[in-house]
């Protein structure tokens, strides 16, 4: 099990976001979350990364539960990347110095050694020719694409996908899915919140309906998509299919 989450409790103010929420994920697995907005999907990744402070639960990840006061979480996140749905480019970088920046700056690797991973990287999505353009040039989905290789400078052993195609239009949005289910293929670890049904179908091994805070029904997708049990969740498809 790479990543345990038990009792997971969070309240902005009087609003409680997350009601008790349990997951545990194994190695290699692609889990995906859907729901209606604001049932809690991006607080929960965010809460796994610790951007959140959880009330209460657990965190287990890859033996140390990240909640823990004396839990060295600059480490952790080395190994769990997280793509947003902004792109959070540095501007004045190119995009070779922003994918180079966090190996290099943590002392991971080299100015050399990041630069030629990052670069086969750049190859694997299509967009060698970019290295040295800055942010402000490229499209939406070239900026996603560029902030998947960033987290996967990392070497992450698990990726949280922060509804990756929701600031792109229908076009974009393809080329930053391909790009997502290449990683799925080559058994990534990842947890992707997604309004992108067909996505889910996919590419899944699970799929998570969450509302109001908490987790209402999971299984394959095609138990989630074909044999819905909940009439909240055959709600929410009717609306969505």
Not at 146 to 170: C, G, H, N, Q, Y
Not at 207 to 235: A, C, Y
Request: glycine share 8%; proline share 4%.
């Amino acid at each position: 099990m790479v990543l345990d989450i038990k009792g997971l409790h969070i309240s902005f103010g009087k609003l409680h976001v997350l009601n008790d929420i349990s997951i545990s994920i194994k190695k290699g697995e692609k889990v995906v979350i859907i729901g209606p907005s604001g049932s809690g999907k991006s607080t929960l990744l965010r809460c796994i990364n610790r951007l959140e402070n959880p009330d209460a639960g657990s965190i287990i990840f890859e033996g140390n539960d990240l909640t823990e006061k004396n839990c060295d979480l600059d480490k952790a996140r080395q190994k769990i990347g997280m793509v947003f749905q902004s792109f959070n480019l540095f501007p004045h970088l190119t995009v070779l110095e922003n994918i180079t920046l966090a190996p290099v700056t943590l002392g991971i690797q080299t100015k050399e050694e990041a630069a030629s991973d990052a670069k086969k990287l750049l190859e694997r999505v299509g967009l060698s020719e970019k290295a040295e353009c800055y942010p402000s040039v490229l499209s939406g989905g070239q900026k996603q694409r560029i902030a998947i290789v960033r987290t996967l400078a990392m070497k992450p052993d698990v990726i949280l996908f922060d509804e990756p195609t929701s600031a792109l239009d229908p076009e974009m949005a393809v080329e930053v899915l391909e790009v997502i289910k290449s990683l799925a293929s080559d058994g990534m670890t990842m947890i992707v919140v997604t309004h992108e049904m067909g996505f889910a179908r996919e590419v899944a091994d699970r799929v998570i309906f969450m509302d109001g805070g908490m987790i209402m029904e999971e299984g394959t997708p095609e138990k989630i998509f074909l044999h819905p049990e909940s009439d909240r969740l055959k709600q929410f498809l009717d609306s969505v299919l």
